[in-house]
């Protein structure tokens, strides 16, 4: 059973940080690429981070840039997002996607995601 769980996430004040993980089972992550995608209600679902299957490439949203930083353990077959000075304008529930090989940018592109976990910033 192929299975992609975030987890990590939670309420935090503007100026804080999380480091959100996602855990894969059934399958391992050597050769996949990872990204982050991140969804408020009734607004598009808005790529926010991509880690490659092979270098460990790495690609940010302008939004987050120098913000946030994606990693990647392939011993853990888990990729991990750090998220330092958290802006309100960050909430939303953050789902990881997994496809084979390439990176993408396009949430329709991937094949398997996990549940997503809420992170809320907030005075």
């Known amino acids: 059973q192929v299975q992609l769980v975030e987890s990590g996430g939670g309420l935090v004040q503007p100026g804080g940080s999380l480091r959100l993980s996602c855990a894969a089972s059934g399958f391992t992550l050597d050769y996949y690429a990872i990204a982050w995608f991140r969804q408020v209600p009734g607004k598009e679902r808005e790529g926010v981070s991509v880690i490659g299957s092979s270098d460990g490439s790495t690609i940010y949203a302008d939004s987050v840039k120098g913000r946030f930083t994606i990693s990647r353990d392939n011993a853990k077959n888990t990729v991990y997002l750090q998220m330092n000075s958290l802006k309100p304008e960050d909430t939303a529930v953050y789902l990881c996607?997994?496809?084979?090989?390439?990176?993408?940018?396009?949430?329709?592109?991937?094949?398997?995601w996990g549940q997503g976990t809420q992170v809320t910033v907030s005075s």
């Open positions: 996607a997994a496809r084979p090989d390439g990176s993408s940018w396009f949430w329709e592109e991937y094949d398997y």
